[in-house]
């Protein structure tokens, strides 16, 4: 009898060490991914205003945000579930766009831009004929 308690307890402490190994895992994996982006910021909405050095986003909130474009701005077009590289002149009004900025001062400034047309990406069924 003795030998199944000291197997009990053997079990129990193995139990609990494995517990405490995920929760450190998970623990780690959720520390590292809240730290990934460091202290970049992403702005997702759609253009409201297009200008020569900038952006305006309106976000879903309803808030608008300017952010600036940069000589080292990535421009994205996605469709149909692909990036494409872009230019800002491809970018325009009612696009929508998930933006990676890094604060400067008081501003945004773009790293990257990913942008897509409102209903990019959906298909739509087609109509049959009446019969």
Known sequence: MRANRADSQFERETLMRR?????????????????AHGTKV?????VEKISV???????AEGKSV???????????SRANN???P?????????DLVV????PKNNTLEADEIK?????????????????
């Open 82 to 84: 692909e990036d494409k």
């Open 86 to 94: 872009a230019k800002a002149g491809d970018l325009a009004t009612g």
């Open 19 to 35: 517990r405490l190994s995920l929760l450190a895992l998970l623990l780690t994996i959720a520390a590292g991914t809240a730290l």
């Open 66 to 76: 300017e952010v600036k474009f940069a000589s080292s701005t990535v421009f994205l």
């Open 115 to 131: 942008f897509s047309l409102p209903n990019a990406g959906k298909a739509v069924a087609p109509v049959s004929p009446k019969q």
């Open 99 to 102: 933006i990676h900025a890094t």
């Open 53 to 59: 050095d900038s952006v305006l986003v309106k976000t």
């Open 42 to 46: 992403h702005v997702r909405g759609t």
